[in-house]
């Protein structure tokens, strides 16, 4: 037990933090917005995968990926793709000129259902490829790279080039991916409509569920040795290398890891949107999954759940008021906390706000004195 | 290529070698400043675009002037208003470098994200200033039509032209860092900022004109580009991705690289588009990019001093 | 008799407005619909309106003076250059219905939303419009992209969607309605006025890579080739956003096509037609016919890059009606006398007239009802393109029209087809 609070919460302050967010995910979200705002929030938290993803990539591996989106996307299109063939049955298609395949497909004068999208009949086959597909593109993206020591300001841009080109890819071959359409109009699964009030509810609630966990699981690699190296190889990796590490598959372990939550992200994203868009595959959403990191503070996987909602929170609530001037007051913001807040939000909190916290935690073990915990031993310092 | 004749193939072999030169000079001409800038200084300017766009606009708003005030004047306003596409260009770079970049130096991701708030607020700024809609400026008569040498190629003055501004620039590149003292200073601070600085170099100030300078390149680029495509509050976001591109490929800090590396993806993009069809063309020379890049990770040319 | 109506700033629905200088358009469109229609037009303009429980069953945001409605465009990112025209048209069509008493004796009141050319930004604004605003209709989209994103959201939430541009078809929903034209109504009689006024045989298609060029081209070369017996020398997709056009024009070169028939769209267009004006490719000598240059795109091409090149469109600023001329006259003085008319911004404006429409008839704002009353095939409205009547398929049955650009970015219509009924979902294509 005591191991399991240590390593998964991540010891008393890691405990707290994530005892916060639930609350806030699973009380005080739902009690407070209605179905609409709740299921935004929704898709915001799906962001905060991308996120979480980047800062183990980014923050700990030291490795700034721009092409977090492609993950997410290929993660989005797996899940979409067996919704789709869901939604295309033969009685709901029969208009079309070949009934059965998706609309999309007929209207490019498709025939056939391709090959590669056979096996999204099946819904075990689909949730495995969301992590699998994603995974595999990660290990031989980052083999290629690492085992050449590429790296920083390179392999960011090499990454943002993948991003560019997959998004050509599905938008040039809409016969097979629909497109810039997008795979739209999804509707089922196994029967189960995701489209009425009662799915949405259940989705957030799954959806907050996997996102704590994915958070644990990090909490839990970063305790590791591993965890340790990670740091360690950011900040000195010549060091770690000449230690007789293989710094190479650190990182490639990282970077499909990173790649593998930000998938999940899109999974979700397309449950709870109802549809997937090539849109979230390409530079301009790969670049704000990095902002949404970096104002949460880059190295708090806690924080970059909060830096997604409040860009996210920002975005609806500019772009509402001031339909047309919003960029503006976006703008200002990415570069407001990149000026004044260089860690975020969780630097913010360290500045301003723990040590009144600290306090109060203090005075409150004085009134409810509670059972000692074993001090935490290498707890990782997130103040660096 | 049945049911052509030898000189039907001969003019398009012609006119498809100065489209690959043409789309050539483009590319050199986009990633001239960001070249300089990140090869340089390390700073990722994600508002590169937003620079050439402001260079778009001013030969926009010359060529208003000139046409309401100075009729007369319209066949030669084009020169004039590069020079000021150059200067306005240069003064925004000035001041972004003052009052955003040079706080960013020792962190040079975070000038990714902070560009990144900055293009959007310039798409913004040029939106209310200038409207939502396209312009177009009222070009020269001599810069647009074609010259022929013979009766079946037609060679695009516009193109011509574009050649000749990135000729001209690259020229000065080279001039101002190879062969000016403030290029000295600018590749000693590159090489070791601490030494450079003890030796009395400003650093600083080297950086702020090295900002300045690139910002001023991608004026000139958009103001070229009036010839050949859009203008308005986005245009600048359809270079950025090939502008990166074009300074990864070639390798950071070397003017040659960037030549050579333009040169190459031009050549690729161009026949292969002949032969595949446009969009494919795109994805396989980006492929292809990304396959070398993965055998030659530091890109084309390399420049020793960088770690 | 229309000069004399005066010029309605939208916005100022206080100010009373002499209801005799509108009566005539006023007359005419009663004149157009049924007598059902004519009964709530005049119960709207002279009687009390209609209790606030009678005409909203289904919780819109309907009070005794006020009915809110929602606009969603993109007025930022790539898809702002387009969409301009279609928010200030709407914007301007609903300060005009204002001005005339509003719609069952109630003031509409607009809620505007930026879909920031993003698809699933698009999808959460019409959400948000439709279960937070509880909208009576919504004014909006552009893209193909960006209304297959809405569409689902509009038939969960039983909402109304009026969707401007000319488009590929292939779809039909009782939520929408399309005043654009859809793509048989815009390609089949411009090829055949191309073939027969030009004597074309051969053809070369080029588009961007998405739906809309590709469902395009997929019609026009079916139709050229068993109808026109033509042949098509080249069908090609240009990725979006692309920007050179080198190769393909060398392509185009080489095979020496009778008429250039082009669906590019957005940034790429200016690259396409100023490259080729640049390779010598002029309204002189060579045919181009295109189906994505209205007055917007042609402003920021330049006419001179466009001169003596074709459009099938089913509107122009240039139509030479007294009609057209006072919205013309309207538009400008709202906007600015620089702001280009084009085809989907007319289109845009006919939106919120057809509305109006459709809820006098149905004397409610229930979606169900609307769209019933729109399916009656009795809905008409006297546009500036000329009547306009909404079909039972969602679709407007208009007219098409070709236009010859000019220097000034205006065009000159050279032909004027018969009304052509909408076929969302041709047979044989």
């Known amino acids: 037990m005591n191991a399991f609070y240590t390593k998964w919460m991540g010891g008393k302050k890691g405990a707290i933090e994530l005892a916060v967010l639930a609350v806030f995910i699973f009380v005080v979200m739902p009690l407070w917005l209605d179905i609409f705002r709740l299921n935004l929030v929704g898709k915001y938290l799906t962001y905060a995968f991308a996120a979480v993803g980047l800062v183990m990539v980014w923050g700990y591996g030291g490795i700034l990926s721009l092409g977090q989106g492609v993950f997410f996307g290929i993660g989005g299109y797996c899940m979409a793709m067996f919704l789709k063939l869901e939604a295309s049955d033969p009685v709901s298609t029969a208009h079309q000129t070949t009934p059965g395949i998706p ?104 959806n907050g569920v996997l996102l704590l966990a994915v958070i644990m699981l990090c909490r839990f690699l970063l305790s590791s040795k591993f965890g340790r190296l990670l740091l360690a190889m950011r900040d000195k990796e010549d060091r770690v290398r000449f230690s007789g590490y293989d710094v190479a598959n650190f990182k490639i372990f990282t970077f499909s890891v990173g790649a593998a939550i930000s998938a999940i992200g899109g999974a979700m994203f397309t449950l709870q949107v109802g549809f997937m868009s090539p849109s979230l595959i390409g530079i301009v959403p790969s670049i704000e999954m990095v902002i949404f990191a970096a ?37 200002a913001l990415f570069i407001g906390v990149v000026m004044l807040f260089p860690n975020g939000l969780a630097g913010l909190y360290d500045v301003y706000f723990k040590k009144w916290v600290e306090q109060l935690a203090i005075r409150l073990k004085k009134v409810f004195p509670l059972e000692k915990l074993k001090p935490v031993k290498a707890e990782i310092n997130h103040e660096q | 290529m049945g049911g052509y004749s030898i000189s039907d193939l ?11 030169l043409s789309l050539f000079s483009v590319l050199l001409l986009m990633a001239l400043g960001l070249a300089i800038i990140f090869g340089q200084m390390g700073v990722i300017n994600m508002a590169h675009g937003e620079f050439m766009t402001i260079g778009a606009y001013t030969i926009y708003m010359f060529s208003k002037v000139t046409e309401q005030y100075f009729p007369s004047l319209m066949p030669y306003y084009f020169v004039v208003a590069i020079f000021a596409a150059f200067g306005f260009a240069f003064a925004a770079g000035y001041l972004v470098e003052y009052l955003l970049i040079r706080h960013l130096y020792k962190r040079p991701l975070d000038t990714l994200l902070a560009t990144w708030g900055l293009s959007l607020i310039m798409q913004q700024i040029f939106r209310t200033v200038f409207g939502a809609r396209e312009v177009s400026a009222t070009l020269p008569d001599w810069l647009m039509g074609s010259w022929k040498p013979t009766p079946d190629i037609d060679i695009p003055l516009n193109g011509l032209f574009v050649m000749a501004i990135s000729i001209v620039v690259t020229a000065a590149v080279v001039l101002f860092l190879y062969r000016s003292s403030w290029g000295l200073k600018v590749r000693a601070t590159t090489q070791n900022r601490v030494m450079a600085g003890s030796v009395g170099i400003n650093t600083r100030k080297v950086d702020r004109v090295t900002f300045a300078v690139g910002c001023g390149i991608a004026g000139i680029a958009g103001a070229t580009f009036t010839t050949i495509a859009s203008t308005g509050p986005t245009s600048g976001s359809l270079y950025i991705v090939d502008t990166f591109l074009v300074v990864v490929f070639g390798g950071a800090g070397s003017v040659i690289g960037t030549v050579s590396s333009a040169f190459s993806i031009a050549q690729a993009q161009s026949i292969l588009t002949f032969f595949l069809t446009n969009a494919m063309g795109k994805v396989v020379t980006l492929l292809t990019i990304i396959i070398i890049l993965m055998m030659r990770p530091e890109g084309l040319f390399t420049s020793k001093v960088r770690k | 008799m229309f000069k004399k109506m005066p010029v309605v700033p939208a916005g100022c629905s206080a100010e009373p407005v002499s209801k005799t200088s509108f009566l005539p358009m006023h007359k005419k469109l009663t004149l157009a619909v049924t007598g059902a229609l004519f009964i709530a037009c005049a119960g709207s303009s002279f009687g009390a309106a209609p209790p606030t429980d009678k005409v909203d069953t289904t919780h819109l945001a309907v009070t005794d003076t006020e009915v809110t409605v929602g606009q969603l465009h993109s007025s930022t990112g790539t898809m702002a250059i387009s969409e301009t025209g279609a928010i200030e048209a709407e914007k301007l069509a609903i300060g005009q219905i204002n001005a005339m008493g509003g719609v069952l004796g ?20 019409a ?76 053809f070369y298609l080029i588009g961007s890579d998405y739906i809309w060029p590709r ?88 006419g001179e890059n466009l001169v003596g090149f074709y459009s099938a469109m089913k509107y122009f600023q240039s139509l030479d009606t007294p009609r057209n ?18 085809d989907v911004t ?60 000019r220097t000034d970015g205006q065009a000159d219509i050279v032909y004027t087809s018969d009304y052509i009924m909408p076929n969302p979902f041709p047979t044989g294509y």
């Open chain 3, 325 to 342: 001329k006072e919205f013309v006259k309207q538009f400008k003085a709202k906007w600015g006398a620089d702001a280009p008319i084009g």
């Open chain 1, 103 to 206: 609309d999309f497909m007929d209207w490019n004068q498709i025939t056939h259902l391709p090959l590669f999208w056979e096996p999204f009949h099946s819904l075990i086959f689909s949730l495995a490829a969301v992590i699998l597909v994603p995974v595999a593109l990660a290990y031989v993206i980052s083999t290629a790279m690492f085992k050449r020591r590429v790296g920083g300001v390179y392999f960011s841009i090499i990454t943002q080039a993948i991003a560019a080109i997959l998004t050509i890819l599905v938008v040039g071959q809409q016969g097979l991916t629909g497109g810039i359409n997008g795979i739209t109009d999804l509707k089922t699964i196994h029967g189960w409509n995701i489209n009425t009030d009662s799915a949405k509810y259940i989705l957030y609630f799954l």
């Open chain 3, 215 to 302: 469902t395009t081209m997929k019609l026009a070369r079916k139709y050229i080739e068993t109808v026109l017996h033509g042949s098509v020398v080249g069908e090609e997709y240009a990725a979006l956003g692309s920007t050179d056009f080198g190769s393909t024009i060398n392509k185009i070169r080489l095979k020496k096509p009778d008429v250039i028939y082009a669906a590019v769209v957005g940034g790429s267009n200016v690259s396409w037609f100023k490259q080729l004006k640049a390779a010598g490719i002029t309204g002189k000598d060579h045919t181009l016919l295109t189906l994505s240059v209205t007055e917007d795109e042609a402003n920021g091409i330049g």
């Open chain 1, 295 to 331: 104002i949460g503070g880059r190295i708090s996987l806690v924080g970059a759940v909060y830096g997604t909602l409040l860009v996210n929170y920002g975005k609806s609530a500019f772009s509402e008021s001031f339909p047309s001037l919003w960029l503006l007051l976006m703008g």
């Open chain 3, 127 to 202: 959400k948000k419009l439709l279960e937070e605003n509880h909208v009576a209709a919504i004014f909006g989209c552009w893209t193909s992209a960006s209304r297959k994103a809405v569409l689902p959201v509009l038939e969960r939430d039983n909402g109304l969607l009026y969707y401007p541009t000319f488009y590929e078809g292939l779809e039909q929903s009782k939520n929408v309605v399309y005043t654009g034209q859809e793509a048989t109504q815009q390609v089949f009689a411009g090829l055949d006025w191309v073939a027969k006024t030009k004597n074309a045989k051969t």
């Open chain 3, 346 to 405: 007319q289109a845009g404006y006919e939106g919120p007239w057809i509305w109006k429409a459709a809820v006098e008839k149905a004397g409610s704002f229930d979606t169900d009802k609307v769209a019933k009353a729109e399916e009656s095939g009795q809905i008409s409205f006297d546009a500036p393109e000329g009547m306009v009547y909404l079909e039972p398929n969602h679709h407007l049955k208009t007219r098409l029209r070709i236009g010859e650009w």
């Open chain 2, 10 to 20: 001969w003019s398009i072999l012609v006119m498809q070698g100065f489209s690959g």
């Open chain 3, 106 to 125: 109630r003031k509409i009141k607009l809620i505007q939303e930026d879909g920031a050319s993003d698809w699933p930004t698009f999808a959460e604004k």
